[in-house]
Every structure is written in structure tokens, then in C-alpha cells.
């Protein structure tokens, strides 16, 4: 009966370290592949806010030389109209000719494109950041919950708590930055003051 009681303890004690060490793997594994989802989906809000930022200094370029092109339109027609007319222009009270001359107005769609992009591109970094913002959380909550918070503490996650918290920490303007820090708001200024 003694050799069958050491053998069931021993069986029991075998076990219960195997179903321990597969904990402790997969505690781990999930630790590493939480971390690594978090870098991931940091390295996607700065491609997307990288792209966000080409996308609208090129978008910005090309306003540039539309207002250029029109600056030369304009000049083009007002040379093309005093070489007809002379410098005087006409002097008859209705022009009854029609003529077949190019707009000289800049079209507003590349600003209405340009303002979709700032908005599509705001949305889309949002997204992300509120995807980061999650994971970020889930993982806070697998690591300060029990018994994930001495499982993970003893196998020494996070790996670099200070790198994490940065990581964690969402992009916000200075004026976000300041309402909190002081709890007072203001509206939105279109313009500078002045213009």
C-alpha cells in the first residue's frame, strides 16, 4: 500500500508539474505574442501617420501649382487680349464677339480632395490609435489580473516597462495636451488670430 501511495503521490506531483510548466509556456507565449502585437500595431500608426503626412504635403505641392498655373492663365489672357485689342481694349460698349478664351479660375476640388484627404487620414489614425490603445489595455488587464500578475511578474514581464508605457501612450496635439493638464478648454480657431 506504501509503494502504491508513493506512486499515486508521485504521479500527482508529475502531473501538477507538467500542467504547471505548460502554464508557465503559455502564459509566456501569450506575453510575447501580446508585446509583439503591440510593436506591430505601433510600426502600422506610424506608417499610416507617415503616409497621412506625404500624402498631404504632395496634395499641397499640387495646390501650389495649381494657384501657379492660374497666375500664368491669368497673365497669358490678359497678353493674348491686349494683343487683340491694344492696350486700351476695346472700346465698344457690347462686345458681340464670343470668345473661345481658357478659365482663368482655379477649380475648388482640389480642395474639397484635400480636405477629404485630412479627414480620411485623421479617421484612419484614430482607428489605429484606438486599436493600439485596446491591445495595450487587454494586456494591462492580462498582467495586473490574478494569477497573471505573478505568473507574468515572475517570468519578468513586461520586458521593458518603461518602452511599453511609451508605446501605450497615444499621439495627441499640444492643445489636447493642455486642456487636460489645465481642465479648461476653448473653441477651435479656423484661422489664426489676425488673417
Known sequence: MGKILAAVLG?????TLIVGGIMLATSY??????????DARVKQNQNIYSTYGSKLQEMAQV???????????????VDMLSARYGAEGSKAAFQW?????PSAQVDGT???????????????FKNAQTGLIDACNQYR?????FPGNLVLGMLGFPRDAIALEKKCTPILTAETLRAYET???RPIQMRPRGQ
Do not use: C, M, P, W
Open 11 to 15: 504521479l500527482g506531483l508529475l502531473g
Open 29 to 38: 507565449n501569450s506575453a510575447v505574442r501580446t508585446e509583439n502585437a503591440i
Open 97 to 101: 464677339i464670343q470668345e473661345q478664351n
Open 63 to 77: 495646390a501650389d501649382l495649381a494657384v501657379e498655373d492660374q497666375v500664368r492663365l491669368q497673365k497669358t489672357v
Open 183 to 185: 481642465g479648461v478648454d
Open 141 to 145: 488587464n492580462q498582467r495586473e489580473t
Open 110 to 124: 482640389l480642395y474639397r480632395q484635400l480636405t477629404q484627404v485630412v479627414e480620411a487620414g485623421r479617421n484612419e
